[in-house]
């Protein structure tokens, strides 16, 4: 199995608290996603980043924000969490490049968050 | 932009009989496709991959899937179920630009009765 951990593995907040997630890996990839995944929704990709501070936005990026100061670590901050981020995150990690490497991605356990 | 669609939200087989989950995505160009399995509270873990060359690629599990260009579809299929397969199952389309993002279905959930 791909080593990433992510932690907290569950979490209850309150609604206007700051919330951090972090995805920590030990492949040396280069990629590193965030996902949201909520009945209905499958995933949703929130930021994604390409290397230690490159990051890009997901298709549902508002109310988040990341960091990556090195490889091995991304983390995922709700400013101030509200009742609709409820929901389960799950980091992957990615490294292709070359015509025999393939973009599969590699998942962590997942973190579930509740905002009350 | 790319897209995946699985028609069936859930499917019920019995333990034993074949099966077969559909998928059928949207891309400009030549696809890499996967199929992924979620376990009940677990990440997802890949079950197969397409990128090109033979187009019935084998994966983990007994799996097995034929990407068909013509009719944009990679097709999950297994020829005996099993109690154990009982999950969730990710179609995936992804690109070898724009970062590598991958683009998922909303997933089919099966069930296996006994």
């Known amino acids: 199995d791909a080593g990433i951990t992510q932690s907290p593995r569950h979490k209850v907040t309150e609604t206007g608290t700051p919330v951090t997630l972090r995805c920590h890996q030990t492949e040396n990839h280069r990629y590193m996603y965030w996902y949201r995944q909520d009945p209905g929704h499958g995933l949703r990709l929130i930021h994604y980043s390409y290397g230690v501070k490159d990051t890009d936005k997901g298709e549902v990026s508002d109310g988040y924000s990341v960091s990556r100061s090195k490889t091995e670590d991304f983390l995922l901050t709700l400013e101030s969490a509200t009742s609709s981020q409820t929901s389960v995150y799950f980091c992957?990690?990615?490294?292709?490049?070359?015509?025999?490497?393939?973009?599969?991605?590699?998942f962590g356990p997942g973190t579930r968050l509740t905002v009350l | 932009a790319q897209s995946v669609t699985q028609p069936d939200i859930h499917i019920t087989v019995s333990e034993g009989a074949s099966l077969e989950l559909r998928c059928n995505y949207s891309y400009g160009a030549t696809p890499y496709l996967f199929w992924y399995v979620q376990s009940p509270g677990q990440g997802l873990q890949l079950l197969l991959k397409y990128f090109s060359g033979d187009t019935l690629v084998q994966g983990i599990k007994g799996f097995e899937a034929e990407f068909k260009r013509s009719q944009s579809s990679f097709n999950l299929r297994k020829p005996s179920v099993h109690w154990s397969d009982a999950a969730e199952y990710f179609c995936?389309?992804?690109?070898?630009?724009?970062?590598?993002?991958?683009?998922f279905g909303d997933g089919t959930t099966l069930t296996v009765k006994p």
């Open positions: 995936a389309v992804g690109a070898q630009t724009n970062a590598g993002k991958s683009t």
């Open positions: 992957a990690i990615s490294e292709f490049g070359g015509e025999s490497s393939y973009n599969e991605q590699f």
